[in-house]
T-cell receptor, first 112, second 113 residues
Framework: SQELEQSPQSLIVQEGKNLTINCTSS?????LYWYKQKYGEGLIFLMM?????EEKSHEKITAKLDEKKQQSSLHITASQPSHAGIYLC????????????FGTGTRLKVLA | EAQVTQNPRYLITVTGKKLTVTCSQN?????MSWYRQDPGLGLRQIYY???????DKGDVPEGYKVSRKEKRNFPLILESPSPNQTSLYFC????????????FGPGTRLTVT
């Protein structure tokens, strides 16, 4: 079973709409990352969260990590076609190691 | 420019023919890692290295070897590739000693027939 569950698996929204992608783990996460990937290409770093309750924003994207550090959400406000791609969450799930796990990704399409 | 480079970017090979995918970073990062990405399975860690001569297994190390003789390079070796190793491979690096951003290479698409 996947240790990091992402939902939804895919999302189609109209340009200008808001959307949220979730990333959930049954274990405490030590460092939660959000990346964006164009199909078949490399990963672009978006944000990293480390503390319970932490929230970060960059342009129209906001990421939050819950107090228990088991769930994160990525929220895009007023989506644009440039936001289209695959969004991946990743995390260190064992403190003191560099063993990373990743979700299976959320494929986002934004209709102009 | 800070970057992680991988070569080759695309490779088609046959079962059993040894191959090496190179990875190099110019950021003086201690930590480097290899991942494979497969549809429906996401990104899975193969091996990682905390520094020169220090490597450890990730979640899917079977069929792969790595070496870290120099800080900047972390090659991935497939001694006897099989079709189930057909995948998209990514190398990544980061500063060690805490939770930092991982920088990813552009990927190597490998097909084993």
């Amino acid at each position: 079973s996947q240790e990091l569950e992402q939902s939804p698996q895919s999302l189609i929204v109209q340009e200008g709409k808001n959307l949220t992608i979730n990333c959930t783990s049954s274990k405490t996460l030590y460092g939660l990352y959000w990346y964006k990937q164009k199909y078949g290409e490399g990963l672009i770093f978006l944000m990293m969260l480390q503390k319970g309750g932490e929230e970060k924003s960059h342009e129209k994207i906001t990421a939050k990590l819950d107090e228990k550090k088991q769930q994160s959400s990525l929220h895009i406000t007023a989506s644009q076609p440039s936001h289209a791609g695959i969004y991946l969450c990743g995390a260190v799930h064992t403190s003191g190691t560099y063993k990373y796990i990743f979700g299976t990704g959320t494929r986002l399409k934004v209709l102009a | 420019e800070a970057q992680v480079t991988q070569n080759p970017r695309y490779l088609i090979t046959v079962t059993g023919k040894k191959l090496t995918v190179t990875c190099s970073q110019n950021m003086n990062h201690e930590y480097m890692s290899w991942y494979r990405q497969d549809p429906g399975l996401g990104l899975r860690q193969i091996y990682y290295s905390m520094n020169v001569e220090v490597t450890d297994k990730g979640d899917v190390p079977e069929g792969y070897k790595v070496s870290r003789k120099e800080k900047r390079n972390f090659p991935l070796i497939l001694e006897s590739p099989s079709p189930n190793q057909t995948s998209l491979y990514f190398c990544a690096s980061q500063t060690a000693g805490g939770v930092y951003e991982q920088y990813f290479g552009p990927g190597t698409r490998l097909t084993v027939t």
